[in-house]
């Protein structure tokens, strides 16, 4: 069926298209053919209809331009009037002999209703139309059109720099721009042409006083010389039929006038004639009461009708009494719509933020089983200033602001565990147990109270749960019982550790980047970004936090980047310069009390892992290549070695060659994480060293 329309649609438009031009023919054929009196009487009731269809269009139109086919519509129109005057000056002359209805019923019933049989007021009815028409309604019109039509040229080049300017400002796109040139041109198109029509109603006035003169002395002549007529009979008879047809011809002629000053006229005014001109009528109410005073006086004064002037005061006295009320109710409504719309707005916006919100995923979650969210429910307040304690200690050690901690109650988490998450994704989960306390013992004996052995959260070491009425005791064997609240803080602080590369934004890198002085945010804009991207910064900051190495001093490490950058352009590569540059700070945070104690790589390693390095073209290590079974026997040595050291509870690091430390941390931080492994240039000067042994 829609392909069927589809294919019908451009014939419609091609008969339209064919029927439009017979019109214009058959009105063009009226001016040299003979037509009947039937179908000049269909002809003037045509021009008629027309041209109140025209004047209703005018009236209801919202601003000009939706009527800008007036011009085209008054010529056709203009057209069809002079080819039905000419029309019916042949009938006049020709037949006028027959009487009043030789041209037809409708120019006998204008002949006789608007004259009342009498021609003399049919002359007066006509000089006062073509007055009407062409010194008061088309003349001004005219003016209108013309000076629209000059001051529209005149504005074009500062509507069309506006436009620009409001394009090139990102305040409308390409589509709008063309759309507000395409409506410019019209406008000025429109006036340019109602300039011109305008000059149609007016040539017309001319001739159709030309028209009627011709056919009041020719019909005279004619029927006086070819009908034997009486002189007085022949001027009755032809000056009716031509003032009849003259009425005929400038009534439709008035009205299409009308329409055309209407349209002109309208200006900037928005909206149809009925709102622009009631509507401002009506706004003033005090206008009202004042003229309907007025009217009240004349109704009173000696010799002044009462009724006429006494109604039209009453009538007004009521519309303005009855317009503020109908303003307030229309204002109230338009409030009232507008609180709507406001409230409805409010709840689409709450129902996107939750839909928004619910996509947003905490950066640190620690989500709490039921029964452990009741017990601590009187501890919120001491445990969010502990946390704000950690989070400022986290501050200090590493140069940056991690996340705030978002406890929840979550109903997936059994009643007495609790899950830590970064970024939604759960890291790590275990248990507590509310009313008991916890001892680490690590390698140690077990306290003489009873308790279950667990492994501690944190670190993994041997711990025993004991009740807390026995706490007392326990500290008399020099134990130090934890409370469940510290087991957790102390859990979440190591498991922000191990993730502090994913706790770094690029918001943070951009706020840490703010807050350096001048000097060092001009040499960040030097080398940012057309050495290095900011995420490439971050990236070399991240691959620091993931081993530990705080970027407080990052000015330090902005130096060393803008060393280094010239010559790689590989994060590692950035990194490992970097962590040259911050040696001093490095072995500070491992050493205690100034010494550095060490556990170095045994020749062995150090060989088979020279061995299997792999580089390219430049030199440069680009891959290790090593027999797996040699990692796993390295892992297995590394870890007995670094155990035996743990047991001490004191600091120290892995020390290897340069090339292959980020081979050995790859393969040490999935054993212990928390063992920093540095290069034998790591070393910073003055730094006492305390060798622990060899893996080997």
């Known amino acids: 069926m829609a392909a069927a329309v589809e294919a ?57 331009l939706e009527f800008s086919s007036f011009p085209t519509i008054l010529l056709i129109a203009t057209l069809l009037r002079l080819a039905l005057g000419i029309a019916t000056t042949r009938l006049i002359l020709s037949n006028g002999d027959a009487g009043v209805d030789a041209a037809g019923h409708v120019i006998q019933g204008f002949s006789q209703f608007v004259m009342g049989g009498d021609f003399v007021i049919g002359l007066v009815v006509f000089a006062i139309l073509i007055t009407v028409n062409f010194l008061v309604i088309t003349k001004g019109a005219t003016r209108i059109a013309e000076v629209g039509a000059r001051f529209t040229l005149d504005a074009i080049p500062g509507k069309q720099m506006a436009i620009d300017a409001d394009l090139s400002a990102g305040l409308i796109d390409e589509k709008e721009a063309q759309r507000r040139r395409q409506e410019m041109e019209e406008e000025s198109a429109f006036f340019g042409s109602m300039d011109g029509a305008s000059k149609f109603v007016r040539g017309e006035a001319v001739a159709s006083l030309i028209v009627i003169a011709v056919n009041i002395f020719g019909g005279i002549i004619i029927g006086v010389t070819r009908h034997g007529l009486p002189l007085a009979k022949a001027a009755d008879v032809f000056t009716k039929l031509s003032v009849g047809d003259g009425l005929v011809a400038q009534i439709p002629a008035l009205i299409v006038s009308l329409a055309a000053g ?67 109710d229309a204002q109230s409504k338009v409030e009232a719509e507008a609180q709507a719309r406001e409230e409805q707005r409010l709840l689409e916006s709450r129902e996107s933020e939750a839909v928004k919100e619910s996509l947003k995923t905490a950066e640190i979650e620690l989500r709490l089983g039921k029964h452990l969210a009741v017990q601590i429910q009187g501890a919120r307040q001491e445990l969010a200033h502990r946390v704000g304690r950690m989070r400022r200690k986290f501050a200090q050690q590493y140069g ?28 790590a989960a275990q248990q507590v147990r509310p009313g008991e306390m916890l001892i680490v013992v690590g390698d140690g004996p077990l306290p003489t109270i009873a308790g279950e052995e667990v492994r501690e959260p944190a670190f993994g070491m041997r711990a025993v749960w004991v009740p807390e009425a ?85 000015h330090l490490i902005i130096e060393a980047i803008a060393e280094i950058v ?27 009390n100034g010494v550095l104690s060490v556990l170095r790589l045994g020749s062995r390693w150090d060989l088979s892992f020279h061995q299997a390095l792999k580089r390219d073209a430049k030199g440069d290590v680009a891959e290790i290549d090593m027999d797996p079974r040699l990692i796993e026997q390295f892992g297995v040595e590394a870890a007995e070695a670094i155990r035996a050291h743990m047991k001490t509870s004191h600091k120290f690091a892995l020390v290897t060659a340069p090339e292959v430390r980020g081979y050995v941390r790859m393969i040490i931080e999935r054993l212990f994480p928390t063992i920093p492994v540095l290069s034998h240039v790591e070393i910073a000067r003055g730094v006492e060293i305390k060798s622990l042994g060899t893996i080997s």
């Not at 996340?403 to 890291?427: C, F, M, Q, R, W």
């Open 566 to 592: 010239p010559h790689a352009r590989r994060a590692e590569q950035i990194a490992e310069h970097v962590r040259l540059r911050v040696a001093q700070q490095i072995c500070g945070d491992i050493a205690e």
């Open 470 to 554: 026995y706490a007392p005791e326990a500290r008399r064997e020099g134990f130090s019982p934890i409370d469940c609240n510290s087991v957790m803080l102390t859990h979440v602080s190591e498991v922000i550790r191990n993730n502090l590369p994913q706790l770094l934004s690029y918001k943070d890198l951009r706020m840490l980047i703010d807050r350096l002085d001048p000097e060092y945010r001009r040499l960040v804009d030097d080398i940012c970004p057309s050495q290095i991207s900011y995420s490439g910064l971050q990236a070399v900051l991240k691959l620091l936090l993931a081993e530990r190495v705080s970027i407080r001093n990052l």
């Open 262 to 328: 209407l349209l002109v006229s309208k200006g900037g005014t928005k909206g149809t004639a009925e709102q622009a001109i009631v509507g401002q009528l009506g706004a003033y109410p005090r206008a009202l009461f004042v003229s309907a005073g007025m009217m009240g006086v004349f109704a009173i004064m000696p010799g002044m009708p009462f009724v006429p002037f006494a109604l039209l005061g009453a009538l007004m006295s009521t519309i303005a009494y009855l317009i503020p009320r109908r303003i307030a």
């Open 400 to 427: 940056f602001v991690v996340p705030d901690i978002k406890l929840v109650e979550a109903n997936t988490v059994p009643s007495k565990n609790y899950e830590i998450a970064i970024h939604g994704t759960v890291v």
């Open 8 to 64: 019908l649609a451009p014939e419609s438009k091609v008969r339209r298209d064919v029927w439009f031009a017979i019109g214009i023919i058959a009105i063009l054929a009226v001016l040299f053919l003979p037509v009947p009196a039937m179908l000049i009487d269909i002809g003037l009731a045509l021009s008629i209809a027309f041209s109140v269809l025209i004047l209703m269009v005018a009236l209801w139109i919202r601003k000009p």
